[in-house]
């Protein structure tokens, strides 16, 4: 039986978020599943892939828009496959303590997609960020490094087990 194929799709805007679909593409690929990493905006059909992880940065209590987008333009070709969400956005070490509820825009997605799971990580904010808003923070002291690659990858073995359980195998 052929790996399942599986699309980790981002909205991202300074690169963490791209960071951790690389991470979760990473961990799928060495449970033997064929994943890529894609930023959402380029990927034109879906189809292809048996299963897709969506997951766009937070910004200002809003989801990235390239992932809501995708959302909405591939929910009929995403429909009867396994799909999972993620967001990555707190600047703090809340989202290695405790499950945050996701933001609006992706609590619709969830919804329009069936989602399996949504998780938000912690997101990361250094120097050189894009936006006026983005380059405050940390000259304010408020940007760092609050992903953990170990959730990112227990969270990603845990879609690599229910895909292997699904397809009967890698």
Known sequence: ???????????????????IARTIADALGEQGLRAEARPAAEVLDPSPYDAVVLGGALYAGRWHRDAVRFSRRHRRALSGRPVWLFSSGPLDASANKRDIRPVPGATRASMRLNAREHITFGGCLQEGAKGAVAR???????????????????????????????TGGP
């Open 1 to 19: 039986m052929t790996a399942a194929k599986v699309l980790v799709a981002y909205g991202t805007k300074n690169g963490s978020t791209a960071g």
């Open 136 to 166: 405050m923070i940390v000259k304010r002291g408020g940007g760092g490094d609050y992903r953990d690659a170990g959730q990112i990858r227990a969270w990603a073995l845990g879609i690599a087990r229910e895909l292997t359980d699904v």
